[in-house]
């Protein structure tokens, strides 16, 4: 069985700080991980995904995730947020067999206070 | 426009009714899923295909429920007697092959009333 775990439902963050959103995932195999985002009403589109390559992923917008295999996270990461950052932000995992459709965390939501 | 394409963006109906809503995947994408998404929520998973081999339903999916993909191209997802607790938004999206990344339409937004 695989699944995710984020931590924080919500995350406030001043602009121009740092921003961390974590996330933990049970897989039975070697695992995919992506992140994705969603501002209002808009669709999910993809920030970055890990599929066992380079264990630190960069992804679109200055975000970036590293993969710890003994940590079992994938924590999402940007030196300096954006007010245009602010959105719901997904962590989902995917095993290595395909057998399993895609498996979604809960969201955190991301507010940037200016 | 060659992302994933869902039709219609919006329905309203009322309890009791049938409701059909399709995807139009990437061309060449051989993996279609869909999912529902409530206010608030993650999507959570409803079923998926490999081509037009359908090879995994929720037991969110119940017997009201049904999915298609003929020909392996584009897909129906139908819902029949709706209930107020089917209001919610369905995704669809679509990857080239296993454990790449899912490419998403913008949802068809079902109103129950």
């Known amino acids: 069985a695989q699944s995710v775990t984020q931590l924080d439902s919500h995350v406030s963050v001043s602009e121009g700080t740092p921003v961390l959103l974590r996330c933990n995932y049970s897989?039975?195999?070697?695992?995919?991980l992506f992140w994705y985002v969603q501002h209002p009403n808009k669709g999910l589109q993809l920030l970055l995904k890990?599929?066992?390559?380079?264990?630190l992923v960069k992804g679109i917008n200055g975000f970036e995730a590293e993969f710890k295999k003994s940590e079992t996270s994938f924590h999402l990461t940007k030196p300096s947020a954006h007010m245009s950052d602010a959105a719901e932000y997904f962590c989902?995992?995917?095993?290595?067999?395909?057998?399993?459709?895609?498996?979604f965390g809960s969201g955190t939501r991301l507010q940037v206070q200016p | 426009d060659t992302g994933v394409s869902q039709d219609p963006r919006h329905k309203i109906t009322k309890r009791g009714q049938n409701v059909t809503f399709r995807c139009d995947p990437i061309?060449?994408?051989?993996?279609l899923y869909w999912y529902r998404q409530t206010l608030g929520q993650g999507p959570e998973f409803l079923t998926y295909?490999?081509?037009?081999?359908?090879?995994?339903k929720s037991r969110l999916l119940s017997d009201r429920f049904s999915a298609e993909r003929p020909k392996g191209s584009f897909s129906t997802l139908e819902i029949q007697r709706t209930e107020q607790g089917d209001s919610a938004m369905y995704l669809c999206?679509?990857?080239?092959?296993?454990?790449?990344?899912?490419?998403f339409g913008q949802g068809t937004r079902l109103t129950v009333v």
């Open positions: 890990y599929t066992s390559a380079a264990t």
């Open positions: 295909f490999q081509n037009e081999a359908q090879l995994e």
């Open positions: 897989s039975s195999y070697s695992p995919s």
């Open positions: 989902v995992v995917s095993d290595e067999t395909g057998r399993r459709a895609l498996t």
């Open positions: 061309s060449e994408h051989n993996r």
């Open positions: 999206a679509s990857s080239i092959h296993v454990n790449t990344e899912a490419f």
